[in-house]
């Protein structure tokens, strides 16, 4: 089987093919330090960007959602450690043991769940299109048409 990079919709994941006919969009993500890896098949089902205090401070705020069953992990399940959440929140976060690095919830028993967009290797070819929480959003953070490059 070949993989090819996918040139569809801007989407930079692989996609596999077989015999020339395209098959599935494969994304790859990690966490900092590689002892955690993961595969996504096929387009998440979105992006958005969360503003709440917890998930800005878990490195989390920018999630796609993924159903369980286009999502592996293929690297150190045993270096994930998960952080229960306290009232009001609901959704456990989880990061890798050796690096912290946030992964949203990968261990979630959900058929849908968040994945943190910045540990993907590969673009998945969504771009935000929801935010929650932006009362919650701190006053030097701006919003992504206001700020300068």
Known sequence: MLTERC???G???????????????????????GAVAF?????????GQ????????LGTSTMIFVKRAQFRVTRGLDEIATLDPEAPFTYRRSFCRKC??????????DES???NA????????LRVSFHEFTDA????EQPEEAASG
């Not at 910045?118 to 070819?125: E, K, N, S």
């Not at 959003?137 to 030097?140: A, I, K």
């Open 7 to 9: 040139q569809q919709g």
């Open 11 to 33: 989407a930079r994941g692989r996609q596999q093919s077989h015999k020339g006919k395209i098959t599935t969009m494969e994304l790859k993500g990690s966490c900092v330090c």
């Open 39 to 47: 595969t996504i098949t096929g387009t998440p089902g979105g992006m």
């Open 50 to 57: 969360c503003h709440c205090a917890r998930c800005r401070k």
């Open 100 to 109: 912290g690095t946030g992964l949203g919830e990968p261990l979630s028993p």
């Open 113 to 115: 769940f968040p994945i």
């Open 118 to 125: 910045q540990c993907l290797d590969d673009d998945p070819g």
């Open 137 to 140: 959003r701190p006053p030097w």
